[in-house]
């Protein structure tokens, strides 16, 4: 099963408790729409039909998450400093040109 990037799922499930939160508040009776949203992408993501399940299952997924938590930029030189070359790759290298057979001129019919 593919799983959502750490990120991604840190941020859904940050977003649905604060939402939970403010809802046990204000003491709705039903959750809001971006709530509801929240819960169906949740359990889409970590592949449960419950949003506890789903909530328990992307806490343990961010637990043993390997990857950082954001996104990772790219590095970037200070100004004035060069741009190392890249590596030789097989596929930075231009393909051969093929030889096609040479057109023949249409034969003329005879009137």
Avoid at 56 to 69: I, N
Avoid at 91 to 111: D, F, G, I, K, Y
């Amino acid at each position: 099963m593919l799983r959502p990037h750490p990120a991604v799922l840190s941020r859904l499930v940050e977003e649905y408790e604060a939402l939970a939160a403010v809802e046990a508040v204000g003491g709705a009776a039903e959750p809001a729409s971006r709530a509801r949203d929240l819960e169906y992408t949740l359990c889409v993501s970590t592949g449960t039909r419950d949003v506890k399940d789903a909530l328990e299952t992307a806490h343990r997924w961010l637990a043993s998450a390997t990857a950082p938590e954001t996104t990772t930029a790219r590095k970037t030189l200070p100004v004035g400093e060069p741009v190392p070359a890249r590596s030789a790759s097989p596929l930075s290298r231009p393909l051969p040109l093929r030889r096609t057979p040479p057109l023949r001129e249409p034969a003329v019919l005879a009137e």
